[in-house]
């Protein structure tokens, strides 16, 4: 399932994913949305590709979607299929 939702009212597609445990944000999608990234700790394992470093962390991030509004984590990752990934 995919929504749009808004960082720093700037439009993403996300695509929900029942099954993570974190949010990732597609690395090339930081500056764009004007992140500040602290350093991030760990890997990431996808199914069809090896581990790789967790790039960073953006702390507290106000992420809005339709009426909701609230603060999360996004983990900076190498991402090409997506820019948004939600966990739940």
């Known amino acids: 399932m995919f929504v749009d939702v808004k960082i720093h009212d700037k439009p993403v597609r996300a695509m929900i994913d029942t099954g993570a445990?974190?949010?990732?944000?597609?690395?090339?999608?930081?500056?764009r949305l004007g992140l500040v990234l602290e350093k991030g700790v760990g890997q990431v394992k996808a199914i069809n590709s090896a581990a790789q470093p967790i790039a960073g962390v953006?702390?507290?991030?106000?992420?809005?979607?339709?009426?909701?509004?609230?603060?999360?984590?996004?983990?900076?990752?190498?991402?090409d299929g997506f820019k948004l990934i939600f966990g739940l």
């Open 21 to 31: 445990t974190h949010n990732y944000l597609a690395s090339a999608e930081v500056e």
């Open 58 to 79: 953006a702390k507290s991030v106000l992420i809005k979607v339709g009426p909701f509004e609230g603060k999360a984590n996004l983990s900076v990752v190498v991402m």
